[in-house]
């Protein structure tokens, strides 16, 4: 075994355990894309501000061609991931953005968006991640925004038997301080795509004040907190109390390490809105069967 990498800033932490690990279920979503769905779920419906994780990957075009036509969003971001394959996005008012392989798109929905996400290939891998993130209620309203990262910008910190994509908050000590592209987000998140080679662990600051959890997409990880626990691939392992996490891969691995600020708020929800109240939906509801929805204000 390696020793252990690590990305703290200062001296030693207090590790987070774990609350629960729940399995991915089957899913699909849009036109009939097929998905795994470990967050957003009966099982575990949200790790504030989290609402929902979605992994897609399949080679058979059958299962993501259809993909996601126009649809609506209100009151929360949508964050992609894409890991292999391309989309292309579209919205109501002309955006249009294409994502490859590697990279990211943050979009605020705000007061209100319509937009598509399709598969720009017919066949091979298509494979990836949609993770919606909450809005507190002062800036549901807010002007929708995106935030494109293409694969190279997306900075990368390196320690033995480390890679780590950072894409959004901040990983390592002053002088190796790694940034990720993604700013101005309400929730201060934490989103690291982390690579693991077999046997290696990497120790890496959670702040305290962020909730959040840990997803291996590839390969096994352990959790150190004590005694290890094992957290198998599709599995989400939400975080107990403490402000750093340690991983140890069992296998090569891959996984998706996610934290932010609680919000602490009421949540409505209703398909592709996420408001506060049952007023605040039905109002969304009307905007949309009046045209008024995505407009400016």
Known sequence: MTETATANALGPRRLRGLRRIVRAQAASDGAGVRLLRSLGTPSLPTVDPFLMLDEFRSDDPSDYLAG???HPHRGFETVTIMLAGRMQHRDSVGNTGNLGPGSVQWMTAGRGIIHSEMPQQENGLMWGFQLWVNLPAKDKMTAPRYQDIAADEIPVFEAPGVHARVIAGEVGPPDRLVRGPVTSVATAPIVLDVHLAAGSSWRVDVPAD????VYPYEGDVEIVHGNATRIERSHAAVLGEG????LRAVDNAR????AGKPIGEPVARYGPFVMNTREELE???RDFERGTFAAPT
């Open 68 to 70: 996601f036509p126009n």
């Open 210 to 213: 962020r909730e959040g959890f």
């Open 243 to 246: 402000d750093a996490v340690e």
């Open 255 to 258: 996984v998706l390490i996610v």
């Open 283 to 285: 109002q969304a509801f």
